[in-house]
Structures are given as structure tokens and as C-alpha cells.
């Protein structure tokens, strides 16, 4: 079901077509600007990350990096399934790599959220799961239900009701957060995948 932005219905295929050709935050973009993104309307899954990384960036692909292949295992698919936009919409926070920090990566600029996200998720209206994935994605998706900390907001996932699930980053660099909070991987690790099954198989 489409939104009518002026006089002009617009159309999912549209509005991707606009992200490729997007340039807006060009002047701060270390690389330069390649939105990486996949989307369709019959979707069930969002996975909604942070921005891409470096590697991402060279390939184009999301999340093919270490990060994809945690997160795939806790989703419990394969690569051809998670990179299946008609199954598995991937719409991070920033849709180009935004540079990097002293530790990790620079924080997705907001502007492209802003900008892209009013359009782009209400044409994805069979989405029953998102999957948000950082501080970003859960002060994106979850707003004033987020908790103080990220490990507080992921803690509570079930206060979040069957269609946001908030997760931490699956990058390596987060080794020691899963360590430190072994409830993940014990209890809500095996509930993403077996959430992100039941829809995929179509129940």
C-alpha cells in the first residue's frame, strides 16, 4: 500500500531507484556515496542494521562481512535466503558507509533516515518482523519504549510485543558484550531464529 508524497503515488521500485542515485551526504562520506540496501513489498523480515562497513561498501552486498555470517546463524539461514528481498528486506539506518572512528565505525548520519525511511518502510506492509539491530535501529524503531542502555533494551525484548525484536551488533567486536551477558545466545538468540522460520515458512 503506497503513500502519496505531493501529487505523485510513488512506488517501491521508485523510491530505490532514488536511493541509488542519492548523493546528499557526498560532502561527508569518506568513500563517497553507495547506498546499500535491498528491499521488496512481499518481505516478511526487516533487518534493520546501522550502516554498512568498509568491506560492504567495496562489494556492495550487505552484511558480507563477519558480522552477516553471526547474524545469519542466529536468524538460521542460509545466504542465498537472507539475500532473498522477496523474503528479507535489508534497510539500515544509513544506507552508505559513513567513515571511521577511533573504535568501530562513525555513527549512521541521521539525514539519511530523514530522508529515506518516511518513503521507503510504509510500502513495506507485509513486514511482520523487524529485526533492529544497535542503539540506532532501536531509537528508530522502538522510540520512547527503548530502555537507557543498549544492553537494557535487548534485555527486555519481550516488553517489545511479536514485531520488533531489538538485537546488539553481530560484529566480532562485540565478542566480549555476548560473553558478558550469556542470556543472549541462551534465550533470545534461539527465539530470532525461531520467529524469523515461522514467517519465513509462511505461518
Known amino acids: 500500500m503506497g503513500n502519496s508524497y505531493g501529487s505523485k503515488q510513488e512506488t517501491l521500485p521508485e523510491i530505490l531507484a532514488d536511493v541509488s542515485r542519492c548523493a546528499a551526504c ?3 562520506l569518506p568513500l563517497g556515496p553507495r547506498p546499500v540496501l535491498r528491499a521488496s513489498a512481499s518481505a516478511r523480515v526487516l533487518v534493520a542494521g546501522q550502516a554498512p562497513g568498509i568491506r560492504v561498501h567495496r562489494s556492495g552486498i550487505p552484511f558480507d562481512d563477519p558480522s552477516g555470517d553471526r547474524l545469519r546463524q542466529w536468524m538460521g539461514v542460509d545466504r542465498d535466503t537472507f539475500y532473498d528481498a522477496t523474503r528479507i528486506a535489508i534497510v539500515p539506518m544509513a544506507f552508505c558507509y559513513p567513515g571511521s572512528a577511533a573504535r568501530g565505525d562513525l555513527p549512521p548520519p541521521a539525514e539519511c533516515s530523514r530522508r529515506w525511511h518516511p518513503r521507503l518502510l ?3 506492509d507485509n513486514v511482520e518482523l523487524v529485526l533492529a539491530i544497535g542503539a540506532h535501529a532501536h531509537r528508530y524503531h522502538l522510540g520512547g519504549q527503548r530502555r537507557r ?4 533494551t535487548v534485555r527486555h525484548w519481550r516488553d517489545y510485543g511479536p514485531n520488533v525484536i531489538p538485537l546488539p551488533h553481530p560484529s566480532p567486536r562485540n565478542n566480549i558484550w555476548l560473553k558478558r551477558n550469556p542470556w543472549f545466545e541462551e534465550e ?3 527465539e530470532v531464529k525461531r520467529r524469523v522460520q515461522q514467517l519465513l515458512a509462511g505461518r
Open 26 to 28: 557526498a560532502d561527508i
Open 122 to 124: 510504509p510500502l513495506l
Open 149 to 152: 542502555s543498549l544492553t537494557e
Open 188 to 190: 533470545l538468540a534461539p
